[in-house]
């Protein structure tokens, strides 16, 4: 069966080390692959897309990488802040799905001052 | 320029009932997602419409429906409430077609009683 996988439990580090983040998934191949930042009691907000022929994917302070091979994807975020707290979430979007993405269970990271 | 806008914000409801919620999307935004979010299944894809028309279509059963409007603006409803129907409803419009991040809504909390 097709699963998509990211650590359940909470990811708690320090400000300023770098918090990586994992989406895992199986009998999957997918077009593209995103992560999403969910605060609580808000909707999810997008911050990267890395399509299945790129291996890494920078934006300020996140960077992404994408192996087709593993089946997995890794989320940075260097220099964390604590206002990077928040849940994590990746999302892949198969060929020919339009807009319908599946989500993984996400990730909360904590960066304690 | 306005974002993702899901009315109402909270809803109650009791069992047997149906409801009806509302999205507007982002101006010239044509496609429009919904989402399911609960804590024990995470975000799972409800539909999507594109131009009036149901593009994709999740595994939820006939109870749960909705409909694209001529600007965009978009409703579900579910029929039949059921108590596992308690759930944050999350509405995402994107631009166009596929390999466009999702732009979401802050939801619609549904309590069934």
Not at chain 1, 6 to 27: D, H, P, R, V
Request: hydrophobic share 30%.
């Amino acid at each position: 069966s097709q699963k998509i996988e990211q650590n359940s439990e909470a990811l708690n580090i320090q400000e300023g080390k770098t918090a990586t983040l994992t989406c895992n998934y199986t009998n999957y191949s997918p077009a593209y692959l995103q992560w999403y930042r969910q605060d609580p009691g808000r909707g999810p907000v997008f911050l990267l897309l890395i399509r299945e022929n790129e291996k890494e994917k920078r934006k300020e302070r996140l960077k992404v990488t994408f192996d087709t091979t593993l089946k997995q994807s890794l989320f940075h975020i260097t220099a964390s802040q604590p206002a990077d707290s928040a849940t994590y979430l990746c999302a892949l979007r198969l060929n020919n799905a339009g807009n319908m993405l599946t989500f993984g269970g996400g990730t909360r990271l904590m960066v304690k001052p | 320029k306005a974002g993702v806008t899901q009315t109402p914000r909270y809803l109650i409801k009791t069992r047997g009932q149906q409801v009806t919620l509302s999205c507007s999307p982002i101006s010239g935004h044509r496609s429009v997602s919904w989402y399911q979010q609960t804590p024990g299944q995470g975000l799972q894809f409800l539909f999507e419409y594109f131009s009036e028309t149901q593009r994709n279509k999740g595994n939820f059963p006939g109870r749960f429906s909705g409909r694209q409007f001529s600007n965009s603006r978009s409703e579900m409803n579910v029929s039949t409430l059921e108590l596992g129907d308690s759930a944050l409803y999350l509405c995402a419009s994107s631009l166009s077609g596929a390999r466009e991040k999702l732009f979401f809504g802050s939801g619609t909390q549904l309590s069934v009683l």
